[in-house]
Structure formats: structure tokens, C-alpha cells
T-cell receptor, first 114, second 112 residues
């Protein structure tokens, strides 16, 4: 069981720079999610893929954020022109298609914008 | 707006004590999941409850889903330092087959 893998684990960047994170889900999982989490809070939904199709994107997500899952396997999350408020843990999770299926999370990418 | 309120937000107790964490909502859920998260790691699923009134046990942890499927509780008996972590509940709604509604979490510290 390889689990969900996220890279990098940590990213420090200067305000205004672009960053890209990668997520490799569990291979048989069709669904892939991106969440953002700040210290002591629950995960905040960002976006969701069913195979390669991005089916939902949070209204809280600005146009600076974009995610792709080109072949229905790994996914990338890009943040353009980073701001200090983007500093958070970015979590990726995958699951089976069945509604309410439990999520399998990666260990996240911690972003610090200076 | 659907909300899932967890209480308490923070709990620090001595090893050996019992505790209960609550997860409440005005919404009805098709199922509810409990996760535990340790610092620097992603949440890990503990249990899923599906049926109203359901009780599930995981060693010293007892999970209960309310009869009306709007609330849930997690009871830990004889807490140990290894139970320390952030406990999160997440509800699956009937209106969406993919999006979970998350609580803000309960940060639990068990002191030896």
C-alpha cells in the first residue's frame, strides 16, 4: 500500500512567486481532492477531480489557484503570485467513487510565503 | 450553509482519564467519519458511522452516531499519551456524493 504521496513536503517562497505542488493518489482511486488547512483548523475544500475531470472548485478559491489532473492519475496544484495569506498546509486526498467513501490523505505540503 | 460544530476545541487531560468529544449539526448526514491527525501529517480515518444510533468501538475509542444522524460523539476511555492529536469529524451529505462537511477539530493533549 503506497498511500497518497505529496511533494514537496515543505516549500518556502517569496511573495509574488509561483509555486506548484504534486500529488500522487492511490492508484485505484478515481477521486482526488485538494484541501487547505491552517493551524488548528479542519481541512478547507479547494477542488475535486473525478478521473481527469475537475468537477468542483471552491468559490473561496481565487483565480490565482489552478489544479490539473491530466491523465486521471497524479495531480498538480499551482498558486500564482503567492501572497502571505496563502501560507498553509495543502493536503491531497483520494477516494473511491462511492459517495461518502473515506478519504486517504497524503502528509501535505506546508507552504510558507515570506 | 452547512456547519459541523465540534466541542471542545481544546482538551488537555491526564493519562488514565476519560473524555468525550462532540460533533453537532443541524444537517442530516448519510454518514459521518472521524479522523485523527498528528502534527505534520495528514488526517487518518478512524471510523465511519452510517446508521442512526450506531455504536462502533475501536479498542478504547467508542463512536456513536445520533439517532437523527445529525450528531456524533467520540468517547475515549483511559486516555493514553499516544491518543494525543487533532480529532476531526466529517459528514457526508445526501445532496452531494463527494463533498464532506468538516468540523474544525478538537485538539487533544494527554499528559503522562
Amino acid at each position: 500500500d503506497t498511500g497518497v504521496s505529496q511533494n514537496p513536503r515543505h516549500k518556502i517562497t517569496k511573495r509574488g512567486q509561483n509555486v506548484t505542488f504534486r500529488c500522487d493518489p492511490i492508484s485505484e482511486h478515481n477521486r482526488l481532492y485538494w484541501y487547505r488547512q491552517t493551524l488548528g483548523q479542519g481541512p478547507e475544500f479547494l477542488t475535486y477531480f473525478q478521473n481527469e475531470a475537475q468537477l468542483e472548485k471552491s468559490r473561496l478559491l481565487s483565480d490565482r489557484f489552478s489544479a490539473e489532473r491530466p491523465k486521471g492519475s497524479f495531480s498538480t496544484l499551482e498558486i500564482q503570485r503567492t501572497e502571505q495569506g496563502d501560507s498553509a498546509m495543502y493536503l491531497c486526498a483520494s477516494s473511491l467513487t462511492t459517495g461518502g467513501s473515506p478519504l486517504h490523505f497524503g502528509n501535505g505540503t506546508r507552504l510558507t510565503v515570506t | 450553509t452547512q456547519l459541523l460544530e465540534q466541542s471542545p476545541q481544546f482538551l488537555s487531560i491526564q493519562e488514565g482519564e476519560n473524555l468525550t468529544v462532540y460533533c453537532n449539526s443541524s444537517s442530516v448526514f448519510s454518514s459521518l467519519q472521524w479522523y485523527r491527525q498528528e502534527p505534520g501529517e495528514g488526517p487518518v480515518l478512524l471510523v465511519t458511522v452510517v446508521t442512526g444510533g450506531e455504536v462502533k468501538k475501536l479498542k478504547r475509542l467508542t463512536f456513536q452516531f445520533g439517532d437523527a444522524r445529525k450528531d456524533s460523539s467520540l468517547h475515549i476511555t483511559a486516555a493514553q499519551p499516544g491518543d494525543t492529536g487533532l480529532y476531526l469529524c466529517a459528514g457526508a451529505t445526501f445532496g452531494s456524493n463527494y463533498q464532506l462537511i468538516w468540523g474544525a477539530g478538537t485538539k487533544l493533549i494527554i499528559k503522562p
